[in-house]
């Protein structure tokens, strides 16, 4: 082989390298923005005249989380899936560590379910029953794993001094239906509202999501039709995002034909804000005999919310008698 020879397959190689080394960083840039754009996050946006308010939310490893650490059943992983998500949504219309409380009291298998979120994106709640189950061979539906019963909605705002609660009956059991009704019937507005868990064969959360649209007074009656018909015709979030949307693309089809601008976006998760330093001061509320009872074993605490354990140790309880003492010596 001549020196131009090897030129000529030292630059071709050399380019062949470039190209697939570029081709690389491509796929790596791509996956990330995959990744990324694919968390799980909230979008809240405005249409143009200002008469719709539209929110979605992605809550995939949300209900993801719920499940492995409440060990929920499938059809407590959907029901409280769905809670968690509707709860998401409400909060999004909050300001700063607002929060919302969703209370769901049901007669069927599951018993209480509560979901818990603030304007920061933290989301938790339980179900009584996570084992709870329904035999669909039966012809039992999802709902009937809620009942007939109440739907509370508790609002912690900055401007008023003890929490704003509305509840109402629930409609359906389905939790979208029951939170549109006390949208509607406590607070007077007309909404849309979304709210799906897509599971796989194997039993494993697929995608969940939500969307809600608001109609603010004087909404033009055929952007309010419109946006029903868009939802309507969305049908499955989980499978709009197996189908490669992402929540952006969702909140173009709700909107779909008319104009909108998004006005903000975060990042949500389940967290819980229970700790060991919270328990212990929940203990020091305890009766003086109790704590005595308690003082010479260690004490394992369960936070309902998120399932996490707390151990006590002995040594903590007999500091909190010392100081209990001391406090009573002194009054
Ligand atoms: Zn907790």
Redesign the pocket.
């Known amino acids: 082989m001549n020196l131009c020879a090897i030129l000529v397959v030292k630059g071709a190689s050399n380019t062949a390298a470039r190209l697939w080394k570029k081709k690389d960083i491509m796929d790596k840039k791509s996956a990330q923005r995959k990744a990324f754009m694919t968390k799980d996050r909230v979008i809240r946006g405005i249409t143009e005249d200002g008469f719709l308010k539209v929110a979605v939310v992605k809550t995939t490893d949300v209900v993801k989380e719920a499940q492995r650490r409440h060990g929920l059943s499938l059809l407590s992983t959907v029901m409280l899936g769905r809670a968690l998500t509707g709860v998401m949504l409400l909060a999004s219309d909050l300001k700063g560590e607002e929060r919302v409380l969703l209370r769901i009291e049901g007669d069927g298998p599951l018993g209480i379910i509560t979901a818990e979120a603030n304007r920061a994106g933290e989301i938790?709640g339980f179900v009584q029953h996570p084992s709870a189950m329904i035999n669909i061979n039966a012809g039992e539906k999802l709902e009937d794993g809620v009942g007939r019963g109440l739907l509370s909605v508790s609002k912690t705002l900055f401007s008023e001094a003890k929490p704003i609660t509305g509840t109402v009956e629930l409609t359906q059991g389905d939790i979208h239906s029951d939170i549109t009704q006390y949208l509607y019937q406590s607070e007077q507005v007309p909404s849309a509202l979304l709210l799906d868990v897509g599971i796989t064969p194997e039993g494993e959360v697929e995608g969940a999501g939500g969307i809600i649209i608001q109609a603010l007074p004087g909404a033009p009656i055929e952007h309010i039709e419109k946006v029903g018909e868009n939802i309507q015709a969305i049908h499955s979030i989980s499978e709009q995002f197996r189908e490669g949307d992402y929540i952006d693309t969702l909140m173009e089809k709700a909107l779909e034909g008319i104009p909108y601008k998004e006005l903000i976006r975060y990042p949500v998760h389940f967290f819980?804000?229970?700790s060991h330093k919270r328990f212990l001061h929940s203990l020091a509320m305890l009766p003086l005999a109790d704590l005595e009872e308690m003082q010479h074993e260690p004490q394992e605490l369960v936070?309902h919310?998120?399932s996490?354990v707390y151990t006590i140790a002995p040594e903590e309880i007999q500091n909190l008698l010392e100081e209990r003492q001391k406090q009573q010596t002194l009054n």
């Open positions: 938790r819980c804000r229970c936070c919310n998120c996490e």
